[in-house]
Structure formats: structure tokens, C-alpha cells
């Protein structure tokens, strides 16, 4: 199984822009599987947000779709997630996984809080 | 979109006794063509990501033990783990893979009693 490591600012600041990368190790980002985000809060559990295909076509969750972009670098074996307009409500951990029709490997999780 | 909604939201069971979980999708994640569920299972102990369980309502993944079985079709699927252990105690929670945005249930958290 691939590894996924999560990386990226750990505080945003409201109306701010999140980015983290997931940097995947043991395995080829552009094997015949997509990469994907998903959080989790205790408000709202497990979302997934989005995912891209080693392709590059991508899929968001409806609910989040004007705020997201993920994008893929195949020469450095990773993917990014772009979230803007942050508010309190995106205040959650932040999960990067492969994902081939179920969630078969995942990061440990970043946790991302929204403050000022 | 496909809702996925899990009961109870909380359970406890003595060890090696029977533990069940529930989850219903909104519509059915059965497919005609393949005559396969698209519904998987997940565990999740504390401080780490989710775990597969199990893919296609039943199939259990490599290690994962035996005492845990996935059962059901359409639109209501069932976790069973046989004999409870300590090691169990987690959150589990369902996930519908028919059609994006990808749901999971809201959880279901398992306790020894």
C-alpha cells in the first residue's frame, strides 16, 4: 500500500486560503487510482471534498465546489488542496487518500483550525 | 446524492458477545449490471485515519479478522462483528461508492459494557 503524508499551515485565518499537499510515497501518483480529501469535524463526521485522477480530471463535492481546487504533480509524487473563503464551520482534520471506488489508504490527518 | 444514515449512533456490547450496526442509503447502491452493492465499511480508533473493513458490502479486506461480516442489498446493510474483542472499540462508519459526492454515515460508536 502507498503512503500519504499531509502538509500545510495548521492555523487559517477566516476569509483566509487553506493549502495543503499530500506527498505519496510507495507507490506511483499516477498509477490507475485517484487522490483524494476528505475531513472530519464533529459537527459534519467524515465529508469528502474532492478528488483528482492521475489524469488530472477532477470531482468536488457539490457543497464545496466554488471554494475548491485539487491539482496533481506528477514530478514530485503529490497533490494539493485549495480551499478558500475559509470560516469557522471548515475548522476540521484534513485527510488526504487514495481512493480506487472505497478509501484504501489515508494520511494521518492534519488537524486545521480557522482563527484570527 | 446518496445519504447514507447509520444506527444506533452509539453501542455497548460485552466482550465476546454480538455487536450489530445498521446503515440505510437513500437510494439504492445496488447495480443492475454487476449485481454488486457499492457500499463499504470502516473502523476508526482514536488518533488515527479510518481503516477499510469491508468493500462491496461483504467482501472482507486482506487481515482484516473474520469475526467480522457485511451483509445486506439495496438499500440496508448490516456490520456484525461475532464475538466482541477490546481491540474493537472504535468508530465505524458506512460509505456509499455509486455515484459522487462519495457519503458516509455519521458513525457509529462501539463500546464495551
Known amino acids: 500500500q502507498v503512503h500519504l503524508q499531509e502538509s500545510g499551515p495548521r492555523l487559517v485565518k477566516p476569509s483566509g486560503t487553506l493549502s495543503l499537499t499530500c506527498a505519496v510515497s510507495?507507490?506511483?501518483?499516477?498509477?490507475?487510482?485517484?487522490w483524494s480529501w476528505v475531513r472530519q469535524s464533529p459537527a459534519k463526521g467524515l465529508e469528502w471534498i474532492g478528488e483528482i485522477s492521475h489524469g488530472g480530471s477532477t470531482n468536488y463535492n457539490p457543497s464545496l465546489k466554488n471554494r475548491v481546487t485539487i491539482s496533481i504533480d506528477k514530478s514530485k509524487n503529490q497533490f494539493s488542496l485549495k480551499l478558500t473563503s475559509m470560516t469557522a464551520a471548515d475548522t476540521a482534520v484534513y485527510y488526504c487518500a487514495n481512493f480506487s471506488g472505497t478509501f484504501n489508504s489515508w494520511g494521518q490527518g492534519t488537524l486545521v483550525t480557522v482563527s484570527s | 446524492d446518496i445519504v447514507m444514515t447509520q444506527s444506533p449512533d452509539s453501542l455497548a456490547v460485552s466482550l465476546g458477545e454480538r455487536a450489530t450496526i445498521s446503515c440505510k442509503s437513500s437510494?439504492?447502491?445496488?447495480?443492475?449490471?454487476?449485481?454488486?452493492?457499492?457500499l463499504a465499511w470502516y473502523q476508526q480508533k482514536p488518533g488515527q485515519p479510518p481503516k477499510l473493513l469491508i468493500s462491496w458490502a461483504s467482501t472482507r479486506e486482506f487481515g482484516v479478522p473474520g469475526r467480522f461480516s457485511g451483509s445486506g442489498s439495496g438499500t440496508d446493510f448490516t456490520l456484525t462483528i461475532s464475538s466482541l474483542q477490546a481491540e474493537d472499540v472504535a468508530l465505524y462508519y458506512c460509505q456509499q461508492y455509486y455515484t459522487t459526492p462519495w457519503f458516509f454515515g455519521q458513525g457509529t460508536r462501539l463500546e464495551i459494557k
Open positions: 437510494l439504492s447502491v445496488l447495480s443492475s449490471s454487476n449485481n454488486k452493492n457499492y
Open positions: 510507495g507507490g506511483s501518483i499516477t498509477s490507475d487510482n485517484w
